[in-house]
């Protein structure tokens, strides 16, 4: 299997090194990559948020598989280019990937497949949003609707800071989804989705404030740990159940099916799972902690998602270590 992996981060040099780990991959190839990847793979120099680009590369090299890193260059709808010109691609369509792309978009479908996740408001002006924040209280949770790198949200006691937030996404000409504040740690479960069955990885956490003591504002990610032992039990299973089985699920019944990550941010909250926000790829942080640990090859099980020949209840080999990463 010959496999081109687009984007340039540290996720994507994580995802390379479980590539080159499977015995059935013979060849990777990155794009654009970064310097560390190109100590490991060829690179190729192309932008890979065009979909042009990323299909004529991948003819070049007669991919079997493409897997698409970052967020950007799906929501372009690089994956549905590529799957036009007939490649295996792990990574959903522009259509699906709104599940990351809208906030909005994803409470909504959230509310059709009955999964648990805050209330909320989609504000388009300062009324609106100073209404919502009235109706919830501090701590106020002011997300960008749009894509934001996982820098787009602030939380704070702060109402002045909140409608500021608020006020420059507006200015923008965005719109926002102000949320009421979810207590308890939060998890990211990655779950690997064939547009039908899904299939859940080890659960991490990851942390995004910068300095010591979580003292500054959102990063994209600081680092992240994986395995949780104090989650309690049953946990993935019941994220499974109640939250990436039914969102799948919609996704289907609305005509775009979900292929690839469903990335699930969740809260353990003192009324128990909560949703908090979706994307719809790997994470970084936690995927460089999370395939470190995977012993099953990756290949072979992205490649399954792509052709939509995932077998649920699949056992996951897992080195039964922890893994820390630092950013």
């Excluded at 504000?123 to 820098?151: H, I, R």
């Excluded at 965005?174 to 990211?188: A, M, Q, R, Y």
């Excluded at 969102?247 to 809260?267: D, N, Q």
Aim: proline content about 7%; glycine content about 10%.
């Amino acid at each position: 299997m010959k496999v081109l992996v687009l984007g340039p981060g540290g996720r994507e040099h994580a995802i390379i090194r479980a590539f080159l780990r499977d015995p059935e991959v013979t060849e990777v190839h990155s794009a654009p990559g970064n310097a560390g990847i190109a100590q490991d793979v060829p690179v190729h120099a192309i932008d890979a948020n065009d979909p042009a680009q990323a299909t004529a590369l991948a003819r070049e090299l007669n991919a079997d598989l493409v897997v698409i890193g970052p967020e950007a260059p799906l929501v372009a709808g690089v994956s549905d280019a590529l799957r036009e010109a007939g490649f295996d691609v792990f990574g959903p369509s522009a259509a699906a990937a709104q599940l990351e792309g809208s906030k909005a978009f994803a409470k909504q479908v959230m509310e059709e497949a009955s999964v648990p996740t805050a209330r909320a408001y989609v504000a388009s002006n300062a009324a609106e949003a100073q209404a919502a924040l009235d109706e919830f209280g501090a701590p106020y949770v002011v997300k960008d609707d749009g894509l934001a790198a996982g820098k787009g949200v602030v939380v704070t006691e702060d109402r002045t800071a909140a409608l500021e937030h608020a006020q420059a996404c507006f200015n923008a000409g965005g719109t926002v989804v102000i949320e009421e504040f979810l207590d308890g740690p939060e998890v990211s479960l990655f779950v690997i989705s064939d547009g039908k069955n899904v299939l859940p990885l080890s659960p991490a956490q990851d942390f995004k404030r910068i300095f010591d003591n979580d003292e500054g504002p959102n990063t994209g990610g600081m680092g992240a740990y994986t395995p949780l032992p104090w989650l309690p039990e049953g946990f993935v299973q019941e994220v499974v159940e109640k939250v990436a089985r039914p969102t799948v699920a919609r996704m289907a019944e609305r005509g775009t099916p979900f292929v690839g990550v469903l990335f699930c941010g969740l809260a353990v909250t003192s009324r128990g799972v909560r949703v908090i926000e979706f994307n719809a790829r790997f994470g970084d942080p936690e995927t460089q902690a999370v395939l470190a640990r995977l012993r099953t090859p990756l290949g072979q099980l992205l490649r399954a998602a792509a052709r939509g020949e995932i077998s649920e209840g699949t056992e996951l080999d897992w080195d039964p270590r922890t893994a820390v990463d630092v950013v």
